[in-house]
Protein backbone atom coordinates (compact mmCIF):
# COMPACT_ATOMS: atom_id res chain seq x y z
CA UNK A 1 0.00 0.00 0.00
CA UNK A 2 1.06 3.32 -0.44
CA UNK A 3 2.86 5.05 2.32
CA UNK A 4 0.74 7.62 4.22
CA UNK A 5 1.64 11.17 3.73
CA UNK A 6 2.59 13.43 6.40
CA UNK A 7 2.98 17.15 6.73
CA UNK A 8 4.92 18.68 9.34
CA UNK A 9 4.81 22.04 10.65
CA UNK A 10 7.63 23.03 13.11
CA UNK A 11 11.22 21.99 12.86
CA UNK A 12 11.80 22.53 16.10
CA UNK A 13 12.86 20.57 19.46
CA UNK A 14 10.21 18.06 18.76
CA UNK A 15 9.75 18.63 15.41
CA UNK A 16 13.55 17.66 14.47
CA UNK A 17 12.95 15.20 17.28
CA UNK A 18 9.76 13.57 15.17
CA UNK A 19 12.00 13.64 12.23
CA UNK A 20 14.77 11.86 13.42
CA UNK A 21 12.30 8.52 15.14
CA UNK A 22 10.82 8.45 11.70
CA UNK A 23 13.75 7.93 9.52
CA UNK A 24 15.63 5.65 12.15
CA UNK A 25 12.85 3.52 12.82
CA UNK A 26 10.90 3.56 10.02
CA UNK A 27 11.06 -0.34 9.14
CA UNK A 28 9.67 -1.06 12.14
CA UNK A 29 7.17 1.78 11.88
CA UNK A 30 6.16 0.38 8.92
CA UNK A 31 5.74 -3.12 10.57
CA UNK A 32 3.31 -1.88 13.10
CA UNK A 33 1.42 0.58 11.12
CA UNK A 34 0.94 -1.50 7.91
CA UNK A 35 1.95 0.56 5.53
CA UNK A 36 4.99 3.36 5.54
CA UNK A 37 4.57 6.91 7.05
CA UNK A 38 6.38 9.17 4.55
CA UNK A 39 7.26 12.72 5.50
CA UNK A 40 5.78 14.83 1.92
CA UNK A 41 6.04 17.97 3.00
CA UNK A 42 7.84 20.69 5.57
CA UNK A 43 6.77 24.18 6.85
CA UNK A 44 9.24 25.97 8.77
CA UNK A 45 10.39 29.12 9.71
CA UNK A 46 13.57 28.54 11.10
CA UNK A 47 15.50 28.98 8.49
CA UNK A 48 18.71 27.15 9.69
CA UNK A 49 16.98 23.82 10.46
CA UNK A 50 14.83 24.12 7.00
CA UNK A 51 18.60 23.91 5.52
CA UNK A 52 20.10 21.32 7.85
CA UNK A 53 17.09 19.34 7.15
CA UNK A 54 17.11 19.89 3.62
CA UNK A 55 20.39 19.19 3.13
CA UNK A 56 19.04 15.53 4.55
CA UNK A 57 16.23 14.82 2.41
CA UNK A 58 17.53 16.62 -0.77
CA UNK A 59 14.96 17.82 -2.88
CA UNK A 60 12.20 15.65 -3.17
CA UNK A 61 10.40 16.84 0.36
CA UNK A 62 10.15 20.45 -0.10
CA UNK A 63 10.42 22.63 3.09
CA UNK A 64 8.10 25.67 2.54
CA UNK A 65 7.80 28.93 4.77
CA UNK A 66 4.55 29.09 4.74
CA UNK A 67 2.29 26.29 6.61
CA UNK A 68 -0.92 27.08 4.27
CA UNK A 69 0.37 25.58 1.67
CA UNK A 70 1.35 22.44 3.83
CA UNK A 71 -2.69 22.45 4.93
CA UNK A 72 -3.82 22.87 1.71
CA UNK A 73 -1.75 20.22 -0.48
CA UNK A 74 -3.83 18.01 -1.22
CA UNK A 75 -1.04 15.49 -1.31
CA UNK A 76 -1.09 15.39 2.44
CA UNK A 77 -3.14 12.69 4.48
CA UNK A 78 -1.62 13.52 8.29
CA UNK A 79 -1.01 17.15 9.38
CA UNK A 80 1.83 17.16 12.13
CA UNK A 81 1.17 20.60 14.21
CA UNK A 82 4.64 21.28 16.14
CA UNK A 83 5.00 25.13 16.70
CA UNK A 84 2.84 25.54 19.64
CA UNK A 85 0.90 28.65 20.91
CA UNK A 86 -2.81 29.67 19.77
CA UNK A 87 -2.15 31.36 16.36
CA UNK A 88 -1.20 30.24 13.48
CA UNK A 89 -1.69 26.70 15.23
CA UNK A 90 -5.44 27.14 15.82
CA UNK A 91 -6.22 28.57 12.31
CA UNK A 92 -3.72 25.79 10.61
CA UNK A 93 -5.47 22.75 12.37
CA UNK A 94 -8.77 23.69 11.82
CA UNK A 95 -7.88 24.27 7.97
CA UNK A 96 -6.62 21.00 7.88
CA UNK A 97 -9.71 19.35 9.48
CA UNK A 98 -11.45 21.56 7.51
CA UNK A 99 -10.05 20.10 4.00
CA UNK A 100 -10.09 16.43 5.78
CA UNK A 101 -6.76 15.91 7.20
CA UNK A 102 -6.26 13.86 10.60
CA UNK A 103 -4.45 16.30 12.69
CA UNK A 104 -1.06 15.04 15.61
CA UNK A 105 -0.49 17.92 17.55
CA UNK A 106 1.92 18.04 20.81
CA UNK A 107 0.07 21.67 21.83
CA UNK A 108 -1.61 21.37 24.61
CA UNK A 109 -2.36 24.89 24.80
CA UNK A 110 -4.42 24.73 21.55
CA UNK A 111 -6.37 22.00 22.91
CA UNK A 112 -6.78 22.98 26.51
CA UNK A 113 -8.70 26.78 25.33
CA UNK A 114 -10.08 25.31 22.06
CA UNK A 115 -10.25 21.68 22.07
CA UNK A 116 -13.90 21.73 22.39
CA UNK A 117 -13.75 23.97 18.47
CA UNK A 118 -11.59 21.06 17.29
CA UNK A 119 -12.94 18.06 18.33
CA UNK A 120 -16.09 19.12 17.56
CA UNK A 121 -14.83 20.05 14.07
CA UNK A 122 -12.94 17.05 13.51
CA UNK A 123 -16.28 14.98 14.18
CA UNK A 124 -17.56 16.55 11.59
CA UNK A 125 -15.44 15.57 9.23
CA UNK A 126 -14.87 12.40 10.56
CA UNK A 127 -10.94 12.75 10.80
CA UNK A 128 -8.80 12.48 13.96
CA UNK A 129 -6.87 15.00 16.27
CA UNK A 130 -4.40 12.94 18.06
CA UNK A 131 -2.55 14.28 20.97
CA UNK A 132 -0.57 11.76 23.04
CA UNK A 133 2.22 13.84 23.03
CA UNK A 134 0.62 16.84 24.61
CA UNK A 135 0.31 15.48 27.96
CA UNK A 136 3.45 13.99 29.74
CA UNK A 137 5.18 14.01 26.28
CA UNK A 138 6.15 10.31 26.20
CA UNK A 139 4.67 8.33 28.68
CA UNK A 140 1.60 7.18 26.88
CA UNK A 141 -1.46 8.48 29.52
CA UNK A 142 -3.75 9.83 27.09
CA UNK A 143 -3.85 5.88 25.66
CA UNK A 144 -4.10 4.58 29.44
CA UNK A 145 -6.51 6.82 30.48
CA UNK A 146 -8.69 6.53 27.16
CA UNK A 147 -8.39 2.84 26.49
CA UNK A 148 -6.20 0.77 29.07
CA UNK A 149 -8.28 1.82 32.01
CA UNK A 150 -11.66 2.26 30.39
CA UNK A 151 -13.61 0.11 32.08
CA UNK A 152 -12.73 1.91 35.52
CA UNK A 153 -14.67 4.81 37.00
CA UNK A 154 -11.83 6.96 37.47
CA UNK A 155 -11.45 8.97 41.11
CA UNK A 156 -8.47 10.38 41.06
CA UNK A 157 -5.54 11.77 39.26
CA UNK A 158 -2.34 13.68 40.53
CA UNK A 159 0.63 14.35 38.27
CA UNK A 160 3.90 15.53 37.90
CA UNK A 161 3.22 16.78 34.38
CA UNK A 162 5.91 20.07 33.99
CA UNK A 163 9.42 18.39 33.67
CA UNK A 164 10.94 22.07 33.64
CA UNK A 165 9.42 22.72 37.24
CA UNK A 166 10.17 18.93 38.52
CA UNK A 167 13.59 20.06 37.12
CA UNK A 168 14.28 23.10 39.44
CA UNK A 169 12.59 21.69 42.30
CA UNK A 170 14.66 18.87 42.10
CA UNK A 171 18.21 20.29 41.19
CA UNK A 172 17.65 23.43 43.74
CA UNK A 173 16.55 20.49 46.67
CA UNK A 174 19.76 18.54 45.49
CA UNK A 175 22.37 20.74 44.20
CA UNK A 176 21.49 23.70 45.88
CA UNK A 177 21.48 25.38 42.74
CA UNK A 178 19.33 28.87 42.77
CA UNK A 179 16.46 29.21 40.41
CA UNK A 180 17.66 31.25 37.51
CA UNK A 181 20.57 28.73 37.05
CA UNK A 182 18.44 25.54 36.48
CA UNK A 183 15.78 27.68 34.74
CA UNK A 184 18.62 28.06 32.46
CA UNK A 185 19.95 24.48 31.80
CA UNK A 186 16.18 23.67 31.67
CA UNK A 187 16.17 25.85 28.52
CA UNK A 188 18.90 24.67 27.35
CA UNK A 189 17.79 20.93 26.99
CA UNK A 190 14.60 22.24 25.02
CA UNK A 191 12.45 21.39 28.37
CA UNK A 192 10.60 24.72 29.10
CA UNK A 193 8.02 26.23 26.84
CA UNK A 194 8.85 28.98 24.23
CA UNK A 195 7.75 31.25 27.46
CA UNK A 196 8.88 29.66 30.31
CA UNK A 197 6.34 31.68 32.85
CA UNK A 198 4.03 29.35 31.35
CA UNK A 199 6.16 25.78 32.92
CA UNK A 200 7.26 28.61 36.52
CA UNK A 201 3.39 29.39 37.02
CA UNK A 202 2.09 26.05 36.35
CA UNK A 203 -0.20 27.20 33.19
CA UNK A 204 1.31 24.18 31.42
CA UNK A 205 0.47 21.34 33.96
CA UNK A 206 -3.27 23.29 34.08
CA UNK A 207 -3.26 22.54 30.59
CA UNK A 208 -2.36 18.99 30.21
CA UNK A 209 -4.50 18.22 33.54
CA UNK A 210 -7.26 19.64 31.36
CA UNK A 211 -7.26 17.52 28.75
CA UNK A 212 -6.49 14.56 31.08
CA UNK A 213 -9.76 15.74 33.72
CA UNK A 214 -11.90 15.72 30.96
CA UNK A 215 -11.22 12.22 29.49
CA UNK A 216 -10.78 10.84 32.99
CA UNK A 217 -14.78 12.30 33.84
CA UNK A 218 -16.35 12.60 30.66
CA UNK A 219 -16.70 16.96 31.10
CA UNK A 220 -15.60 19.33 28.59
CA UNK A 221 -11.87 20.60 28.27
CA UNK A 222 -12.60 23.70 30.55
CA UNK A 223 -9.05 25.07 31.10
CA UNK A 224 -10.57 28.36 32.35
CA UNK A 225 -12.10 26.76 35.75
CA UNK A 226 -8.53 25.38 36.80
CA UNK A 227 -7.16 26.98 39.61
CA UNK A 228 -3.57 27.13 38.66
CA UNK A 229 -0.48 28.02 41.44
CA UNK A 230 3.34 27.64 39.96
CA UNK A 231 6.64 27.19 42.27
CA UNK A 232 7.56 31.02 41.77
CA UNK A 233 6.64 32.31 45.55
CA UNK A 234 7.71 28.86 46.86
CA UNK A 235 10.28 29.40 49.79
CA UNK A 236 13.18 27.35 50.82
CA UNK A 237 12.19 27.25 54.41
CA UNK A 238 9.25 25.55 53.29
CA UNK A 239 10.57 22.83 51.26
CA UNK A 240 13.31 22.06 54.71
CA UNK A 241 10.15 22.32 57.04
CA UNK A 242 8.45 19.89 54.58
CA UNK A 243 11.14 17.32 54.56
CA UNK A 244 11.63 17.25 58.49
CA UNK A 245 8.04 16.48 58.63
CA UNK A 246 8.70 13.74 56.23
CA UNK A 247 7.09 15.44 53.36
CA UNK A 248 8.48 16.65 49.87
CA UNK A 249 6.69 19.66 47.86
CA UNK A 250 5.97 18.66 44.78
CA UNK A 251 4.53 20.57 41.54
CA UNK A 252 1.25 18.86 41.18
CA UNK A 253 -1.85 18.84 38.78
CA UNK A 254 -4.40 16.77 40.59
CA UNK A 255 -8.33 16.43 39.29
CA UNK A 256 -10.76 14.44 41.48
CA UNK A 257 -14.36 13.41 41.43
CA UNK A 258 -16.19 14.53 44.62
CA UNK A 259 -20.00 14.43 45.40
CA UNK A 260 -20.49 17.83 44.19
CA UNK A 261 -18.74 18.49 40.92
CA UNK A 262 -14.84 18.11 39.69
CA UNK A 263 -11.66 19.67 41.60
CA UNK A 264 -9.00 21.05 38.80
CA UNK A 265 -5.93 22.46 40.47
CA UNK A 266 -1.86 22.95 39.82
CA UNK A 267 -0.38 23.77 43.10
CA UNK A 268 2.92 23.05 45.23
CA UNK A 269 2.03 19.95 47.56
CA UNK A 270 3.54 18.34 50.02
CA UNK A 271 3.36 14.75 49.69
CA UNK A 272 4.40 11.85 52.26
CA UNK A 273 8.05 11.05 51.13
CA UNK A 274 7.59 7.32 51.09
CA UNK A 275 5.50 7.80 47.99
CA UNK A 276 7.06 6.44 44.34
CA UNK A 277 5.98 9.97 43.03
CA UNK A 278 7.88 11.64 46.10
CA UNK A 279 11.26 10.64 44.44
CA UNK A 280 9.91 11.38 40.73
CA UNK A 281 13.59 13.88 40.41
CA UNK A 282 14.57 16.20 37.20
CA UNK A 283 12.84 16.46 34.05
CA UNK A 284 10.75 12.91 34.46
CA UNK A 285 7.04 13.11 34.68
CA UNK A 286 4.30 11.03 36.62
CA UNK A 287 0.95 10.12 36.64
CA UNK A 288 -0.86 8.48 39.45
CA UNK A 289 -4.56 7.24 38.44
CA UNK A 290 -6.77 6.18 41.40
CA UNK A 291 -9.91 3.72 39.99
CA UNK A 292 -12.33 1.66 41.13
CA UNK A 293 -11.37 -1.24 39.36
CA UNK A 294 -7.94 -1.72 39.15
CA UNK A 295 -7.15 0.66 41.66
CA UNK A 296 -3.76 3.13 41.89
CA UNK A 297 -1.35 2.89 38.83
CA UNK A 298 1.50 4.57 37.98
CA UNK A 299 2.65 5.92 35.01
CA UNK A 300 6.57 7.16 34.73
CA UNK A 301 8.92 8.65 32.55
CA UNK A 302 10.15 11.72 30.51
CA UNK A 303 7.84 14.08 29.88
CA UNK A 304 9.94 16.46 27.89
CA UNK A 305 12.79 16.84 25.30
CA UNK A 306 13.43 15.96 21.61
CA UNK A 307 12.50 12.09 21.43
CA UNK A 308 10.40 11.44 24.31
CA UNK A 309 7.41 13.59 22.91
CA UNK A 310 8.50 12.22 19.33
CA UNK A 311 7.88 8.83 20.53
CA UNK A 312 4.30 10.04 21.56
CA UNK A 313 4.20 11.94 17.99
CA UNK A 314 4.95 8.93 15.99
CA UNK A 315 2.49 6.83 18.15
CA UNK A 316 0.20 9.13 17.05
CA UNK A 317 1.17 8.40 13.33
CA UNK A 318 1.29 5.05 13.42
CA UNK A 319 -2.63 5.24 15.12
CA UNK A 320 -3.91 7.29 13.33
CA UNK A 321 -2.72 5.69 10.16
CA UNK A 322 -4.21 2.90 11.24
CA UNK A 323 -7.49 3.91 12.08
CA UNK A 324 -7.30 6.00 8.51
CA UNK A 325 -9.78 3.42 6.72
CA UNK A 326 -11.86 2.95 9.98
CA UNK A 327 -15.59 3.63 9.89
CA UNK A 328 -15.37 7.60 12.15
CA UNK A 329 -18.45 6.20 13.83
CA UNK A 330 -16.07 3.48 15.79
CA UNK A 331 -13.01 5.27 16.11
CA UNK A 332 -12.09 6.15 20.16
CA UNK A 333 -13.43 9.37 21.06
CA UNK A 334 -11.32 11.94 21.39
CA UNK A 335 -12.29 12.74 25.07
CA UNK A 336 -12.96 8.91 25.42
CA UNK A 337 -16.84 9.64 26.19
CA UNK A 338 -18.96 9.35 23.12
CA UNK A 339 -19.91 13.08 22.93
CA UNK A 340 -23.62 12.75 24.00
CA UNK A 341 -22.16 11.27 27.23
CA UNK A 342 -20.44 14.15 28.03
CA UNK A 343 -21.58 15.69 31.12
CA UNK A 344 -21.87 18.98 33.08
CA UNK A 345 -21.05 18.53 36.19
CA UNK A 346 -19.34 21.64 37.79
CA UNK A 347 -15.48 22.10 38.33
CA UNK A 348 -15.81 23.14 42.18
CA UNK A 349 -14.18 26.28 43.33
CA UNK A 350 -11.40 26.38 45.28
CA UNK A 351 -13.75 27.47 48.85
CA UNK A 352 -15.01 24.18 48.05
CA UNK A 353 -11.80 21.73 47.40
CA UNK A 354 -11.23 18.99 50.02
CA UNK A 355 -7.42 18.73 51.13
CA UNK A 356 -5.02 18.72 53.89
CA UNK A 357 -2.92 21.54 54.61
CA UNK A 358 0.93 23.46 55.89
CA UNK A 359 0.72 26.28 57.26
CA UNK A 360 4.03 28.40 58.34
CA UNK A 361 3.68 31.07 61.04
CA UNK A 362 5.81 33.78 62.24
CA UNK A 363 5.00 34.19 65.85
CA UNK A 364 5.89 36.29 68.84
CA UNK A 365 7.85 33.98 71.24
CA UNK A 366 5.39 34.18 73.91
CA UNK A 367 3.37 32.39 76.13
CA UNK A 368 -0.39 31.41 75.24
CA UNK A 369 0.76 31.87 71.17
CA UNK A 370 0.01 28.70 70.09
CA UNK A 371 -2.97 28.21 72.50
CA UNK A 372 -4.71 30.43 70.76
CA UNK A 373 -3.68 29.63 66.82
CA UNK A 374 -5.46 26.11 67.93
CA UNK A 375 -8.44 27.29 69.48
CA UNK A 376 -9.23 29.18 65.93
CA UNK A 377 -8.68 26.15 64.35
CA UNK A 378 -10.48 23.92 66.89
CA UNK A 379 -13.78 26.90 66.50
CA UNK A 380 -13.42 26.04 62.55
CA UNK A 381 -13.51 22.61 62.99
CA UNK A 382 -10.10 21.76 61.72
CA UNK A 383 -8.29 19.02 63.16
CA UNK A 384 -4.19 19.44 63.73
CA UNK A 385 -1.59 16.58 62.25
CA UNK A 386 1.37 17.90 63.86
CA UNK A 387 3.03 20.84 65.07
CA UNK A 388 6.33 21.90 64.27
CA UNK A 389 8.21 24.44 66.50
CA UNK A 390 11.63 25.81 65.36
CA UNK A 391 14.04 28.58 66.05
CA UNK A 392 13.30 31.48 63.73
CA UNK A 393 16.16 32.23 61.40
CA UNK A 394 14.81 36.15 61.45
CA UNK A 395 15.34 37.27 64.94
CA UNK A 396 15.42 35.73 68.90
CA UNK A 397 11.77 36.99 69.88
CA UNK A 398 10.37 35.19 66.95
CA UNK A 399 9.24 31.50 65.98
CA UNK A 400 8.72 29.06 63.17
CA UNK A 401 5.11 27.33 63.99
CA UNK A 402 4.76 24.59 61.59
CA UNK A 403 0.99 23.53 61.52
CA UNK A 404 -0.09 20.46 59.70
CA UNK A 405 -3.59 20.00 59.24
CA UNK A 406 -5.99 16.45 58.61
CA UNK A 407 -8.36 17.35 55.23
CA UNK A 408 -10.39 20.11 55.47
CA UNK A 409 -12.59 22.00 53.02
CA UNK A 410 -10.37 25.11 51.55
CA UNK A 411 -12.66 28.26 52.25
CA UNK A 412 -13.15 26.86 56.32
CA UNK A 413 -9.45 26.97 56.41
CA UNK A 414 -9.07 30.53 54.33
CA UNK A 415 -11.86 31.74 57.25
CA UNK A 416 -9.35 30.58 60.18
CA UNK A 417 -6.49 32.05 58.09
CA UNK A 418 -7.65 35.48 58.00
CA UNK A 419 -8.36 35.42 62.02
CA UNK A 420 -5.19 34.08 62.80
CA UNK A 421 -3.53 36.71 60.95
CA UNK A 422 -5.33 39.37 62.59
CA UNK A 423 -3.58 38.11 65.58
CA UNK A 424 -1.36 40.59 66.77
CA UNK A 425 1.41 38.03 68.03
CA UNK A 426 1.07 37.00 64.12
CA UNK A 427 4.56 38.91 62.72
CA UNK A 428 4.49 37.71 58.90
CA UNK A 429 2.50 36.73 56.50
CA UNK A 430 1.16 32.96 56.63
CA UNK A 431 2.51 30.53 54.51
CA UNK A 432 -0.66 27.93 53.32
CA UNK A 433 0.98 24.87 50.96
CA UNK A 434 -1.87 21.88 50.34
CA UNK A 435 -0.67 18.69 51.47
CA UNK A 436 -2.29 14.92 49.92
CA UNK A 437 -1.64 11.66 51.07
CA UNK A 438 -1.99 10.21 47.60
CA UNK A 439 -3.76 7.05 49.35
N1 LIG B 1 9.83 20.58 24.09
C1 LIG B 1 9.19 19.63 24.75
O1 LIG B 1 9.77 18.88 25.52
C2 LIG B 1 7.73 19.44 24.54
C3 LIG B 1 6.99 20.29 23.74
N2 LIG B 1 5.66 20.07 23.55
C4 LIG B 1 4.90 20.93 22.66
O2 LIG B 1 5.37 20.73 21.33
C5 LIG B 1 5.22 21.91 20.57
C6 LIG B 1 6.56 22.31 19.99
O3 LIG B 1 7.45 22.54 21.05
P1 LIG B 1 9.03 22.68 20.80
O4 LIG B 1 9.46 21.79 19.70
O5 LIG B 1 9.64 22.53 22.12
O6 LIG B 1 9.12 24.20 20.36
P2 LIG B 1 10.28 24.92 19.53
O7 LIG B 1 10.17 26.37 19.82
O8 LIG B 1 11.58 24.23 19.74
O9 LIG B 1 9.84 24.63 18.03
C7 LIG B 1 8.80 25.28 17.37
C8 LIG B 1 9.27 25.48 15.93
O10 LIG B 1 8.16 25.91 15.16
C9 LIG B 1 8.63 26.89 14.23
N3 LIG B 1 7.49 27.69 13.81
C10 LIG B 1 6.83 28.64 14.52
N4 LIG B 1 5.80 29.13 13.80
C11 LIG B 1 5.82 28.49 12.61
C12 LIG B 1 5.02 28.54 11.45
N5 LIG B 1 3.99 29.37 11.35
N6 LIG B 1 5.33 27.74 10.41
C13 LIG B 1 6.38 26.89 10.48
N7 LIG B 1 7.19 26.78 11.57
C14 LIG B 1 6.90 27.56 12.61
C15 LIG B 1 9.70 27.65 15.00
O11 LIG B 1 10.58 28.31 14.12
C16 LIG B 1 10.36 26.54 15.80
O12 LIG B 1 11.46 25.99 15.08
C17 LIG B 1 4.62 22.94 21.54
O13 LIG B 1 3.23 22.91 21.42
C18 LIG B 1 5.04 22.42 22.91
O14 LIG B 1 4.18 22.83 23.94
C19 LIG B 1 5.01 19.01 24.11
C20 LIG B 1 5.67 18.14 24.92
C21 LIG B 1 7.08 18.30 25.21
N1 LIG C 1 7.59 22.60 29.01
C1 LIG C 1 7.04 21.29 29.18
C2 LIG C 1 7.38 20.45 28.00
C3 LIG C 1 6.52 19.28 27.89
O1 LIG C 1 5.32 19.29 27.88
C4 LIG C 1 7.62 20.65 30.44
O2 LIG C 1 8.57 21.22 31.00
O3 LIG C 1 7.10 19.64 30.88
NA1 LIG D 1 1.85 11.41 26.60
Redesign the pocket.
Known amino acids: MKPIQVGL???????AGTFNVLQRNQAEIRGRAGRGIEIAMV????AE?AKAYQAIVGDAVPCTGD?QQLVNNPAIDIVVE????IE?ARTLVLQAIANGKHVVT????LLALHGSEIFAAAREKGVTVAFE??VA?GIPIIKALREGLTANRIEWIAGIIN?TTNFILSEMRGKGLDFATVLKEAQRL??A??DPTFDIEGVDAAHKLTLMSAIAFGVPVQFDKAHVEGISSLQATDIKYAEQLGYRIKLLGITRRRDNGIELRVHPTLIPASRLIANVEGAMNAVVVQADAVGTTLYYGK????EP?ASAVVADLVDVTRLATADPDHRVPHLAFQPDAISNTPVLGMDEVQTAFYLRLVVADQPGVLSRITTILAESDISIDAVLQRESADGERQTDLIILTHDTVEGRMNNALAKMQALSTVLAPIVKLRKEELA
Open positions: IGLGTVGAARNRALIGGPANKAAAGGGYEAGAGAT
